[in-house]
């Protein structure tokens, strides 16, 4: 967990955004697995989301991309609405001695709804294919100040950073510092890859995978996986 105190001992405080009434349910019972996360509130549509976050100002919020503005009503299909919407509207809640932190959770994988919440503020955008061990450990992450991904997607926060539109990776003398192995490993967790998958992907153990994320960190003089995602992003790294 993060020094800011974030995720500590107290548990990850959540509140769980989706106009779907099962979907919440499920989420909710899926994190209910583990210890340090408790679910303070829910919420249904735009007005609901934005008056339960003010109100409980929770550590992450899960967050559906697409939502009415009223509970009842149909979503739009505009990228990223209602969620988008949720984020301006909280934008007080983003920054601060305890910033509240949103991670979308969409069965949408669409580049335009990605890239629509990461520029209102997300840290990180995950689909619901996603576990629930995986869930857990990615809200963790957000809580810890991490931005979190699903693999394939952390590509599209290229252009949430405004990485400038042909603009190539050259000779780079801190990525020089690297090795092989540690731009192998850095790329995977830029794009949003969970340490046991980059385990898997490189056939190393998740030990040795952590050890070479820090030696990355370290190299780059970065403080966070967030960070690191940015500093790939804007050398068209991922």
Do not use: N
């Amino acid at each position: 967990m993060s020094a800011d105190g974030q995720g500590g001992a107290a548990g990850v405080r959540v509140v769980i955004v989706d106009d779907h009434r099962m979907v919440r349910s499920g989420v909710r019972a899926e994190l209910a697995v583990d210890a340090g996360i408790e679910v303070v509130g829910e919420a249904a549509d735009v007005s609901g989301a934005v008056a339960v976050v003010h109100r409980e100002r929770p550590d992450v919020v899960l967050l559906d991309v697409h939502l009415p503005d009223t509970e009842g009503a149909v979503p739009t299909a505009t990228a990223g609405s209602g969620g988008a919407e949720v984020l301006h509207r909280c934008a007080d809640l983003l920054t601060g001695e305890r910033p509240v932190r949103f991670l979308a959770l969409s069965v949408s994988d669409a580049a335009d709804d990605v890239i629509a919440v990461i520029r209102r503020g997300a840290r990180g955008y995950v689909t619901k294919s996603i576990d629930g061990a995986e869930l857990a450990d990615a809200v963790h992450r957000v809580a810890g100040g991490d931005a979190v991904f699903s693999p394939r997607l952390a590509g599209f926060v290229l252009d949430a950073f405004g990485a400038a539109a042909g603009e190539v990776a050259a000779v780079d003398d801190e990525l020089d510092r690297l090795s092989a192995r540690e731009r192998e490993v850095m790329r995977l967790i830029a794009r949003g890859y969970a340490y046991k998958e980059v385990a898997r992907e490189l056939f190393i153990s998740v030990k040795t995978v952590e050890t070479h994320v820090s030696s990355v960190l370290r190299k780059l003089q970065l403080s966070s996986r967030h960070e690191l995602t940015r500093w790939a992003a804007a050398r068209r790294l991922l």
